[in-house]
């Protein structure tokens, strides 16, 4: 037989589908790995989904998007301070599809990608399957997991084409500060390279801000990626969207149609009905994720863990090296022993090996047994 796609051979799997997959077989597991939102998709945006269905709203629509669609993200934008062109904004199947168009068309097979440890590992497989090369930057607990810029020069070469940030952060929960995105911005600008933003867990803030790069470069070195899935629990709609420099717009518009075509048209009306209707319920399940994450870092403390305080998304990252597992020992053994899910950290990067990652979706009284048998499980084996 032919040789298959050798890409895809040098691609890892997910380890959060491999706790995922190993608890499906299981019954009664406090589910504490996937970083899905535990609410309903709110009233008005299903409704607004129906109606598309029965008002016939079941074809293809262009490539880049419902223009309605376009000119809701725009006026979302606009209000979150940003002044970007219609014409800078194109819709996706999701924001994970984004990334991958972002990706592609700024980079040709063999550049390098600047890619962070810890890092979401879909990035680093999204680089590998289309021929490009990873390079690894460290994000350091002791620096809150913001990355700083005299960790990215020496890693800079003639190949150096992208990097790719992720803010508020998944797994760390990490918010990067206004300067962190200067010094980000500057870094792009200075080694004429293009930053991808990560911003799919914008509106999901606890302390301090989210500060997007596109504010200080809204046209040149940024493409910046947002989503539906987290901020209102619309993770199966699949409905993503982007800003990018026009140029780079009209390459990532290129690549729905060869790939996918184009978004769902009902869920594009549902996600229309999202950013023009109320956002109550935005802020109402970010307050609920806040509380959720209070109750667990309230019950680590107590129990005398260490972490870099979680300031946005739903995660955190636990340092569990004295247990003298790795990590994917470690989950699988929670799991197994306690039936608890959690993402095993090697999954973020080879130097997150130590971590172990709980996702704070879950409901209040999951946390609060799910991170009780976390600390048993732990204690024993120190």
Not at 96 to 103: E, M, S, T
Not at 257 to 279: D, F, M, R, T
Not at 283 to 293: E, F, N, P, T
Request: net charge negative; charged share 25%; glycine share 6%.
């Amino acid at each position: 037989m032919r040789a298959l796609n050798q890409s895809l051979d040098r691609m890892p799997r997910s380890g959060i589908r491999v706790i995922m997959d190993l608890a499906a077989e299981m019954d009664n597991v406090i589910h504490m790995e996937l970083g899905e939102p535990s609410f309903q998709t709110p009233e008005h945006i299903m409704d607004a989904g129906c109606k598309a269905i029965r008002d016939g709203f079941t074809k293809y629509t262009a490539n880049s998007g419902l223009k309605s669609l376009r000119k809701a993200v725009l006026n979302r934008l606009v209000r979150d301070g940003l002044n970007p062109d219609l014409e800078q904004i194109g819709i996706s199947p999701g924001s994970v599809f984004a990334l991958v168009q972002a990706v592609t068309a700024c980079t040709n097979a063999g550049d390098e990608v600047l890619l962070s440890d810890p890092g979401w590992p879909n990035y680093y497989m999204q680089v590998v399957s289309t021929d490009r090369v990873p390079v690894i930057y460290p994000l350091k607990e002791k620096n809150n997991f913001e990355p700083k810029v005299e960790d990215l020069e020496p890693l800079v070469t003639k190949k150096t084409r992208v990097i790719v940030i992720n803010t508020p952060s998944n797994p760390t929960g990490s918010v990067y500060s206004r300067e962190t995105i200067q010094d980000l911005v500057a870094f792009a600008k200075k080694h004429d390279i293009y930053i991808i933003s990560d911003e799919v867990y914008d509106k999901i803030v606890f302390d301090g801000e989210h500060v997007s790069p596109l504010l200080f470069d809204p046209d040149d070195h940024v493409i910046s990626i947002f989503g539906m899935s987290k901020s209102y629990a619309m993770t199966g709609w699949r409905v993503g969207y982007y800003c990018a420099p026009k140029k780079i717009v009209s390459q990532m518009n290129k690549l729905l149609e060869p790939y996918v075509s184009c978004a769902s048209a009902i869920s594009q009306k549902a996600a229309e009905a999202a950013l023009n209707g109320p956002q109550d319920c935005v802020d109402q399940m970010a307050k609920a994720y806040g509380q959720r994450r209070d109750l667990m870092l309230d019950i680590l403390t107590r129990e005398g863990f260490e972490f870099s305080r979680p300031r946005g998304a739903f995660y955190l990252l636990v340092n569990v090296a004295e247990s003298g597992l790795e990590s994917y020992e470690f989950a699988k053994a929670l799991l197994r022993e306690k039936k608890v899910a959690v993402a095993p950290g090697l999954t973020f990067g080879k130097d997150s090996d130590k971590f172990i990652r709980f996702s704070f979706c879950t409901s209040l009284d999951d946390i609060q047994e799910g991170v009780t048998r976390f600390c048993s499980f732990y204690k024993n084996r120190i």
